[in-house]
Nanobody
Framework: QVQLVESGGGSAQAGRSLRLSCSAS????????TGWYRQTPEKQRELVAT???????MYADSVKGRFTISRDGAKNTVSQQMNSLKHEDTAVYYC?????????WGQGTQVTVSS
C-alpha cells in the first residue's frame, strides 16, 4: 500500500503562482511514475503532469511552459510548481502514483484561480 498526501493548494490571482507537494509513504518501492491530475465538476479527471522514477517528465499541452513537476527521492516527495496561473486551472488536483499494476490516489487539494 502507498499513501499519498497532497499539500499546497489554495487560492491565487491569475498570473500568480502556487506550488503543490505530494508526500508518499508506505510501500513506496517500485513506484514507476507519480503525477498530478485535476478535475472540475464539468470535466473528467485529466492528466496535468507526470514524472517517472528516472526523471522523465510529461505535461498536458494546456500547462506546458507554465507548470514544472519535480521529485525529491530522498524525501519521497513530488512537487508541481504552477506559474502564470489561469482561471481555467481552477480544479481539485490529485496526486497519483503507479506501482507495477497498482494505482494510488491522494485525497485531492483545491486550487482556485481568480481572474
Amino acid at each position: 500500500q502507498v499513501q499519498l498526501v497532497e499539500s499546497g493548494g489554495g487560492s491565487a490571482q491569475a498570473g500568480r503562482s502556487l506550488r503543490l507537494s505530494c508526500s508518499a509513504s508506505g510501500s513506496i518501492f517500485s513506484i514507476i511514475a507519480t503525477g498530478w491530475y485535476r478535475q472540475t465538476p464539468e470535466k473528467q479527471r485529466e492528466l496535468v503532469a507526470t514524472i517517472t522514477s528516472t526523471g522523465k517528465t510529461m505535461y498536458a499541452d494546456s500547462v506546458k511552459g507554465r507548470f514544472t513537476i519535480s521529485r525529491d527521492g530522498a524525501k519521497n516527495t513530488v512537487s508541481q510548481q504552477m506559474n502564470s496561473l489561469k482561471h481555467e486551472d481552477t480544479a481539485v488536483y490529485y496526486c497519483r502514483a503507479q506501482q507495477r499494476e497498482y494505482v494510488y490516489w491522494g485525497q485531492g487539494t483545491q486550487v482556485t484561480v481568480s481572474s
